[in-house]
Structures are given as structure tokens and as C-alpha cells.
């Protein structure tokens, strides 16, 4: 979601009641709360054309869609068992609908990074590296940057060379956490893991902790290391990105963060950046990256993860297309 859709979303829910806010906010992820939350919170002198462009908008999108797919799995899982009866139905519905096994842990999904690491650290790696690909990868990440080094690193190695979930590690999950995650004995294995996963929580990582798990996981097997640096997605690799996919993200992106970002971009970057705005636009960014002045590091990291999240999240919704491939204090 933009930070202009955000915007737009907490309006709306300002505007509609207290009752009718609540409802909408129980269908959200923790991530939208979150957002939606803060701006609501943050709202100021908004204007009567901005509550009426944010209803006009919200009326617009509601009348073409339709509540077609709107409580599909409830439907999906009652017919499937009307047609093929409680045994054969069970393997299909859980191979449809993936993750019904692991509604115990939507709770760590609402807790702040500090506060899951602190609850799990002293477990297995194994039982670390099995709750952590059930996260979003921001998170996990973020998770992972509060393990000691040895850990982190043992646990990145379970997460890539993880394939499927066993039914006994959900039951030592739920022992874990104090969920029941799944019933029965028709437990089926949960594809999480692997090199992909690996890769998504290392792009959340950068810098030395990245180059940290990464050594360590090249000690242990090369090719798995390579397999790994060919599925990540940094910040140069927004070079390889089409023309139109740069200018959609720099409608995304604040000023500011694109300066400190791009203070730590090579020239090749830079002048794919500049090709994609205006002349003036171009020249006025060409003046400000000069003008700045020495930036740290982890400042220049950080907006660089940022741009990153923008760039993922355009990928995700089909908007652009990513390339693949896989940044220490200092001043840039």
C-alpha cells in the first residue's frame, strides 16, 4: 500500500465512525494496523476536498468490485468435503489452502521484532529457523539482526536448506508458542524454507551482518551460498529495472530518502535515475546530491531498504518486473 493509499485509507476510516473503522480494521494484517494506525493518528487540517476525493475514490473502487472470492476458503473446504467426503478432501484442501496450519502464529506477526526474538532465542535453531519462514521477511529479518552472531548464522543455514515442514516440527512449534497450529493426525507438510526464503530475509539484512551469514554459509557449501547470492535483490539491481518501473518508483519515493539513497548508489545508477525524470527534475536532484553533505553509512542502508520495500512491493503487485541477484560504518 503507497503512502498515499495509506493516507487515504485512514481518512476514510476517520470519516465512517468508530464502530464501522473497527470492523474494516478486523479484516487488515498487522503490517496495514500498523499504517493506517499511524496516520490516523498523525491526521492534521485535512480539508473538505480531501475527505471528499478519499469517498469519491472508495466509492469508485467499491462499484466494480463484487464480494465474489470475499470468505472463498470456508466455501472451497465445504464443497470439497460434500464432494469427496472428509478423507479424500482433506489432502486437496490443505494443498489449496496453504497455511491453514499455522494460525498459531499469526499472534507473532502482531509483536514487535525485540519482543519474538527475546521469546524465542534460546530455542533450537531448528525450531528459530521453522517459526521465522512463517513471518514476513522484513520481520524475520529484523528478528534475526537480534541474535548473536553464531545463532544467526545457524539458523540462516536451517532456513535455506529447508524444504518442507514435518508434522513433528508443527507439534514442537506449537509446544513452542502455545498454539495449537494444526489438529490431528492429518498434518500435512508445509513448503517453507529453502533458498528463496534464505534470500528474501538476507535482502532485509545488508551491510555486515549479510556478509556475515553469507561467509558462513559459503564455509558450509558453496553452490548452496551461489544459489542464495543468484535469488537476492539489491539495491544496484534496480538498474536492471525497466524505464517505466524506475519512474513508478520514484513516484513512491520521498525526495529526501532518494538523495541519501542514491549517495550510495554507483554513477551507472544515478544516471539511470536521472534519465527517468524530467530535465529539470534531473538537474534539481543532480544539485541537492552535490549540496549534501557526508552521510553515514547505516543512514545510507536504511533508505536503500526502504527504496527496496517499494520495489518489492510494486513486484509483487505485477507492476514491475525484478532482475535477481545478490552493502559497515563509514561515510559515503
Known amino acids: 500500500?503507497?503512502?498515499?493509499?495509506?493516507?487515504?485509507?485512514?481518512?476514510?476510516?476517520?470519516?465512517?465512525?468508530?464502530?464501522?473503522?473497527?470492523?474494516?480494521?478486523?479484516?487488515?494484517?498487522?503490517?496495514?494496523?500498523?499504517?493506517?494506525?499511524?496516520?490516523?493518528?498523525?491526521?492534521?487540517?485535512?480539508?473538505?476536498?480531501?475527505?471528499?476525493?478519499?469517498?469519491?475514490?472508495?466509492?469508485?473502487?467499491?462499484?466494480?468490485?463484487?464480494?465474489?472470492?470475499?470468505?472463498?476458503?470456508?466455501?472451497?473446504?465445504?464443497?470439497?468435503?460434500?464432494?469427496?467426503?472428509?478423507?479424500?478432501?482433506?489432502?486437496?484442501?490443505?494443498?489449496?489452502?496453504?497455511?491453514?496450519?499455522?494460525?498459531?502464529?499469526?499472534s507473532l506477526k502482531w509483536m514487535d521484532s525485540s519482543s519474538v526474538a527475546e521469546l524465542i532465542k534460546n530455542e533450537h535453531p531448528q525450531i528459530i529457523a521453522t517459526i521465522l519462514v512463517h513471518l514476513d521477511y522484513d520481520q524475520a529479518s529484523e528478528i534475526m539482526g537480534s541474535f548473536v552472531e553464531r545463532l544467526r548464522n545457524d539458523v540462516m543455514l536451517r532456513i535455506a536448506t529447508l524444504d518442507a515442514i514435518q508434522p513433528h516440527a508443527l507439534r514442537e512449534l506449537n509446544d513452542v508458542l502455545g498454539k495449537l497450529l494444526s489438529g490431528g493426525e492429518h498434518v500435512k507438510k508445509s513448503a517453507k524454507g529453502g533458498v528463496k526464503a534464505a534470500a528474501e530475509i538476507l535482502n532485509y539484512m545488508?551491510?555486515?551482518?549479510?556478509?556475515?551469514?553469507?561467509?558462513?554459509?559459503?564455509?558450509f557449501d558453496e553452490d548452496l551460498a551461489q544459489k542464495i547470492q543468484d535469488e537476492m535483490f539489491v539495491f544496484e539491481d534496480i538498474n536492471k529495472v525497466d524505464d517505466r518501473g524506475i519512474q513508478l518508483l520514484l513516484r513512491e519515493v520521498q525526495s529526501e530518502s532518494l538523495i541519501v539513497a542514491l549517495k550510495g548508489a554507483s554513477p551507472e545508477l544515478r544516471?539511470?535515475?536521472?534519465?527517468?525524470?524530467?530535465?529539470?527534475a534531473a538537474e534539481m536532484l543532480r544539485d541537492d546530491l552535490e549540496a549534501k553533505g557526508p552521510v553515514r553509512v547505516s543512514e545510507v542502508e536504511a533508505e536503500q531498504k526502504e527504496m527496496l520495500k517499494v520495489v518489492r512491493r510494486l513486484a509483487d503487485e505485477g507492476q514491475i518486473v525484478l532482475g535477481g541477484k545478490g552493502g559497515d560504518e563509514g561515510f559515503l
Open 1 to 106: 500500500m503507497s503512502d498515499a493509499g495509506v493516507l487515504k485509507s485512514a481518512i476514510l476510516l476517520m470519516s465512517i465512525g468508530e464502530e464501522e473503522a473497527a470492523e474494516v480494521l478486523k479484516f487488515l494484517g498487522p503490517k496495514e494496523v500498523q499504517k493506517i494506525g499511524t496516520a490516523m493518528a498523525a491526521l492534521e487540517n485535512i480539508t473538505h476536498e480531501q475527505i471528499r476525493d478519499a469517498l469519491q475514490e472508495f466509492r469508485a473502487e467499491s462499484e466494480v468490485r463484487t464480494t465474489l472470492g470475499m470468505g472463498g476458503d470456508s466455501y472451497i473446504r465445504s464443497m470439497l468435503i460434500k464432494a469427496l467426503g472428509n478423507d479424500k478432501a482433506g489432502n486437496l484442501i490443505d494443498r489449496i489452502l496453504q497455511g491453514g496450519d499455522t494460525s498459531g502464529i499469526e
Open 206 to 219: 545488508g551491510g555486515a551482518v549479510e556478509s556475515s551469514v553469507m561467509g558462513n554459509i559459503k564455509s
Open 271 to 280: 544516471d539511470k535515475v536521472f534519465k527517468n525524470m524530467s530535465q529539470r
